[in-house]
């Protein structure tokens, strides 16, 4: 990665690191720049940076999203690990009925 936060592949393709997106999209949004200007400061076509800061305006949500509005996925994580918990309980109460009334018959063959 060069000092302005481009990874240069073999193609002339230049691939931007998200910190340099967000940087730059930034600068626009907050009018530090024009989109002209940044296009001209940082050598990007006027496309993508117009892409960058459309999806960053449509994401820019996510970034206020309590851990309350979870997934699907980690709500199905939560209800399995409360599966687990009830499930390990239920064996160590069995354990010890288990030993409890092999020690009653033990006393009872005597």
Known sequence: MNGNGKFTSKRARTIYSAQFKAQVVLEVLTGTKTVS???RAYNIKYESLNRWRNHFL??????????GHGSAEE??????????????LELEIAKKASSLLSAHLQRSER
Do not use: H, K, P
């Not at 449509?58 to 851990?67: C, G, P, V």
């Not at 709500?75 to 390990?88: F, K, N, P, S």
């Open 75 to 88: 709500a199905r994580v939560a209800e399995l690990e409360r599966v687990i918990g009830r499930l390990t």
């Open 37 to 39: 200007e940044a296009c």
């Open 58 to 67: 449509e994401n820019a949500d996510q970034l206020f999203q309590t851990e």
